[in-house]
């Protein structure tokens, strides 16, 4: 398949084990943010999203953390499996419109 | 939620020729995108494509380079015009289903030779 986050920092974890991927945002402005996994090949799918008045949001395995003091976003995947094994993206809306600003990408490999 | 397809899936084609990417959606959506995926790099958005008007372009693309078509509310098109090497790339479009729930196609493989 296509290499998406060949040349993207990459996170490497045994299967089991609790991952964390950051992620710094630009603007302070933002309300929005929502974490997307892309698979080689694939496009971006949605994980989770947390709203700027929170700073914590919980789903299946997931985690993710909001700190606008110092923009900077967390997603956590609990009991990492195989299947995570993909590139992550946060990105960031601003409600002064609908487009999204997408960070760098973390390229999450995990080791059976 | 919404099921995006676009046709080509993949495509090598000869730097200055052009090739017109198509973007299907199984439901009416008022705001699509086209973004830019360059190898290793993350998503860059091209334009916003309106529906019965000109798109909306993203500062560095042009509509000269990135012509986009809507024609309705629930296909697009992007075109990659005298095409260089320089815009080996995956190409993806997307729609805003609600406020916060944007969707993704599979996007097209790009390759310039």
């Known amino acids: 398949g296509e290499s998406v986050g060949l040349h993207l920092p990459t996170l490497s974890v045994q299967e089991g084990d609790n991952s964390i991927i950051n992620c710094a945002y630009s603007n302070s402005a933002s309300d929005y943010f929502i974490w997307y996994k892309q698979e080689s090949g694939k496009g971006p799918q949605f994980i989770i999203d947390?709203?700027?008045?929170?700073d914590k949001r919980q789903g299946q395995r997931v985690t993710v953390l909001l700190n606008k003091t110092v923009k900077h976003l967390s997603l956590q995947i609990a009991a990492t499996q195989p299947g995570d094994s993909a590139v992550y993206f946060c990105?960031?809306?601003?409600?002064?419109?609908?487009?999204?600003?997408f960070g760098g990408g973390t390229r999450l490999m995990v080791k059976p | 939620s919404a099921v995006i397809s676009q046709k080509p899936s993949r495509d090598i084609c000869q730097r200055g020729t052009s090739l017109t990417i198509q973007c299907q959606v199984d439901s009416q959506v008022t705001m699509m995108f086209w973004y830019r995926q360059q190898p290793g790099q993350s998503l860059t958005l091209i334009a916003t494509a309106n529906q019965g008007s000109e798109a909306t372009y993203e500062s560095g693309f042009v509509i000269d380079k990135f012509p986009i078509s809507r024609p309705n509310l629930t296909f697009s098109t992007l075109t990659v015009s005298n095409m260089s090497p320089e815009d080996s790339s995956i190409y993806l479009c997307?729609?805003?289903?609600?406020?916060?729930?944007?969707?993704f196609g599979p996007g097209t493989r790009l390759t310039v030779l």
């Open positions: 990105a960031e809306l601003q409600n002064a419109g609908n487009m999204l600003t």
């Open positions: 997307s729609v805003l289903v609600s406020y916060n729930e944007q969707f």
């Open positions: 947390i709203r700027s008045n929170m």
